[in-house]
């Protein structure tokens, strides 16, 4: 079983669509994460939620909006694409607390043209 | 605030050769400290976890101490192979439990 999953792997669009990519955790974990990881493998935390509630909001322009459904689930939809966006966006998740580790999914490759 | 400072790669080794990637911190408290692997194509693994002083993190033959007097959590290990071929990130998370700090990462690659 996939403890956490992403769904597109690769997304290609062009600039100015909107997209979003879905993630889901089977961990039971009540902490989920969206990070973006540029071609020099820099990993940014974008966002953190805690059982539906963000509690981290790093500085990234307003067109990114996560939204969480449910605890299990942290979807990142993204408004009138740009060529900088293209990345590797990873979700995770955690049990919270400072003694746990983060599971990472296997990452969504974004390209846009 | 709260950082992780992580050599800077690229890091080429021989088959069996040992390995050393350094990592320092500054955190507020005793934060727990962590080493990730990722392989190429794949998500953050986590590798090994230390939580207090002193306590040593292992797996797969690699080791990390956390050392509060030199605020450090080196990755090693003594024979590194091919299949370790991987970037390595260090990474701690804050005495709140809210915010997780990544290295830049160290990529590594072990040549036959």
């Known amino acids: 079983d996939t403890a956490v999953s992403q769904t597109p792997k690769y997304l290609v669009t062009q600039m100015g669509n909107d997209k979003s990519i879905k993630c889901e955790q089977n961990l039971g974990h009540d902490t989920m994460y969206w990070y973006k990881q540029d071609s020099k493998k820099f990993l940014k935390i974008m966002f953190s939620y805690n059982n539906k509630e963000l509690i981290i909001n790093e500085t990234v322009p307003n067109r990114f909006s996560p939204k969480s459904p449910d605890k299990a689930h942290l979807n990142l939809h993204i408004n009138s694409l740009e060529l900088g966006d293209s990345a590797v966006y990873f979700c995770?998740?955690?049990?919270?607390?400072?003694?746990?580790?983060?599971?990472f999914g296997p990452g969504t490759r974004l390209t846009v043209t | 605030g709260d950082s992780v400072t992580q050599m800077e790669g690229p890091v080429t080794l021989s088959e069996e050769a040992f390995l050393t990637i350094n990592c320092t911190y500054t955190a507020t408290g005793y934060p727990s400290l962590f080493w990730y692997v990722q392989y190429p194509g794949e998500g953050l693994q986590l590798l090994l976890k230390?939580?207090?002083?002193?306590d040593k993190g292992s797996n797969k033959g690699f080791e990390a101490t956390y050392r509060k007097e030199t605020t450090s959590f080196h990755l090693e290990k003594g024979s590194v192979q091919v299949s370790d071929s991987a970037v390595y990130f260090c990474?701690?998370?804050?005495?709140?439990?809210?915010?997780?700090?990544f290295g830049t990462g160290t990529s590594l690659t072990v040549i036959p």
């Open positions: 995770a998740s955690s049990r919270g607390g400072n003694s746990y580790e983060q599971y």
């Open positions: 990474a701690l998370i804050s005495n709140t439990g809210n915010q997780f700090y």
């Open positions: 230390a939580t207090k002083a002193d």
